[in-house]
């Protein structure tokens, strides 16, 4: 069994990234294996789960990983969204050409999400021009893409940090 214990975060603040220095006082976590075909629709919510802010004066840290295959267009942005508040930065895709296999990571910082209580999380895209673009065709990719691939698992932290 492993154990990671994080209860401080200190990052020197930056002419590109915000100052976060807090104590860690609660930590969420979402993870889906969940092989799921994506839609080429102009916008569209890959997925989204609800999560619990316990402190109204607190940031939120997201950090995540999505496994994707074939790469299909890349007309489209990917955005994170809590509550209403969505963000298009912070999020780095790794697309391959259709075939491949590729993933979808994110680090992004919320400060402006000021109440406690029930927050949903939501992933998804929408298209520049209106057109149905997809960027990827599938989302945690297994067997049924391609016989040597194992399972993949969507991985989602978000930490709650003290300011």
Do not use: H
Not at 99 to 124: D, M
Not at 134 to 163: F, H, K, L
């Amino acid at each position: 069994m492993s154990t990671v214990t994080l209860d401080r975060i200190e990052r020197v603040s930056s002419a590109t990234s915000p100052n976060i220095v807090g104590s860690v006082i609660k930590t969420s976590f979402y993870m889906n294996r969940s092989r799921q075909v994506t839609s080429s629709a102009a916008n569209y919510t890959a997925f989204s789960f609800t999560f619990y802010k316990r402190e109204s004066s607190s940031l939120l840290l997201v950090d995540g990983i999505i496994p994707t295959r074939n790469a299909d267009n890349d007309g489209a942005f990917y955005y994170t969204e809590i509550s209403g508040t969505r963000q298009y930065t912070g999020i780095a895709p790794n697309a391959t050409s259709t075939g491949g296999s590729s993933f979808i990571s994110f680090l992004q910082v919320y400060t402006s999400i000021n109440t406690t209580g029930a927050r949903t999380f939501t992933f998804g895209w929408s298209t520049n021009d209106g057109g149905a673009n997809r960027p990827v065709n599938v989302i945690n990719p297994d067997r049924n893409d391609d016989g040597r691939d194992w399972r993949t698992m969507t991985s989602i932290v978000i930490y709650e940090v003290a300011q």
